[in-house]
């Protein structure tokens, strides 16, 4: 025998948490990161508890986009998130001294399950998961173990993301995961069907990234304010 | 203290899996890797027996279990002593052990793509 006892704990380390939302958008450069890190600092601003596990081990970059330097967990009965703008905020880069994560499938697993089991979210009204791409480990084991993980499906207009997107909504479907609805980034010209949200194409976001003041000042920031109502998330 | 954490997941684990037979006695291993503060994990089991009742008279046997690497990319197979690291970097694979692939290497070839063929972490070895 060779138990891990480790998934006998993750619901109790989740049972504080209201609603989980797991940005997703299975290709990559979508804007997958910097909507969840918008979503978190509005829910923030809006006075809910909020966090923000970054999944993305091998391209972590939530702390680049919200420029959160120098914070490390609190040794407590496990790991305490840092609050950083008024997330708890939750990053592998923490342990990595954001050097590379050269992880495998199983690695990638295991890392998630001990960053699941260790970390003390405490009372939260909304944990936003920023999903690494596609339907790989880091997703199976979300659906696995945060089993009320909302998804919240980002698209651009390029056909090459639409695609993608109807087989990961397919998917949702098939599980019966919710999905909160699309939100289409880089968002030009007409608006395709379907979509619940459209985040104008901004030329001003990269400059704004490591800044949230500038961040929520942006179109991209005040275009996804405008659209948590229509997402369930107002 | 995050040995805490992961106390209360083998106690809890050891509740769930023991079905309705008493518990007497749980086998424990820790893996090298992960380098747990033993004397920390059984203040914390002795702490969470209180919120199980049904561990109230088990008895934990913690057993170290060593590290074996083996590199996928020329197969050599070796263990943790020798692998360089500085007290950061104990410290970071401390809390997630798959950290070893960013800091640890392949003696042999130097890649970082190994696998953690045992002593990874916390695990339960037997129930009874």
Redesign the interface.
């Known amino acids: 025998?060779?138990?891990?006892?480790?998934?006998?704990?993750i619901e109790?380390?989740l049972k504080g948490v209201k609603r989980i939302i797991a940005v997703t958008g299975w290709k990559g450069g979508i804007g997958k990161s910097v909507t969840a890190c918008t979503l978190a600092l509005l829910l923030a601003k809006k006075g809910y508890r909020t966090g923000l596990f970054d999944l993305d081990f091998a391209g972590a970059s939530d702390h680049i986009i919200l420029g959160a330097k120098g914070l490390f967990p609190k040794?407590?009965?496990?790991?305490e998130p840092p609050v950083y703008e008024g997330i708890k905020f939750m990053s592998?880069v923490f342990?990595?001294?954001n050097?590379?994560?050269?992880?495998?499938g199983a690695?990638?697993s295991?890392?998630i399950i001990?960053?699941l089991?260790?970390t003390?979210w405490g009372e939260l009204d909304f944990l936003v998961l920023d999903m690494p791409p596609g339907i790989n480990d880091a997703a199976l084991d979300i659906m696995r173990f945060a089993r009320k993980a909302e998804v919240l499906a980002v698209t651009t207009p390029s056909i090459i993301a639409r695609d993608v997107l109807e087989r990961s909504l397919a998917l949702y479907r098939s599980l019966a995961t919710p999905v909160l609805g699309i939100v289409e980034n880089m968002a030009r010209g007409a608006a395709a069907g379907g979509v619940c949200a459209r985040l104008r194409f901004d030329p001003a976001l990269e400059a704004a990234l490591g800044r949230p003041a500038a961040l929520a000042k942006t179109a991209f920031s005040r275009d996804l304010a405008a659209a948590l109502k229509k997402l369930g998330l107002d | 203290m995050h040995e805490w954490a992961l106390a209360e997941s083998v106690i809890k684990a050891v509740v769930e899996n023991a079905g309705n037979k008493k518990i007497k006695e749980a086998g424990v291993l820790f893996g090298e890797l992960q380098a747990i503060d033993k004397e920390i994990f059984v203040f914390a089991l002795e702490e969470l027996r209180g919120q199980y009742p049904r561990a109230a008279a088990c008895r934990f046997k913690i057993m170290d279990e060593p590290a074996v690497f083996r590199c996928k990319a020329c197969s050599r197979e070796f263990p943790l002593k020798g692998l360089k690291k500085t007290r950061d970097e104990a410290e970071f694979i401390h809390f997630i052990p798959e950290m070893a692939h960013t800091f640890l290497k392949c003696p042999e070839c130097k890649s970082p793509d190994f696998e953690l063929v045992a002593g990874r972490g916390v695990s339960i070895s037997y129930i009874k």
């Open positions: 025998m060779k138990l891990d006892p480790r998934p006998s704990v109790e380390r040794e407590e009965k496990g790991l592998v342990f990595s001294e050097r590379a994560v050269p992880l495998r690695d990638v295991d890392a001990e960053m089991a260790i003390q």
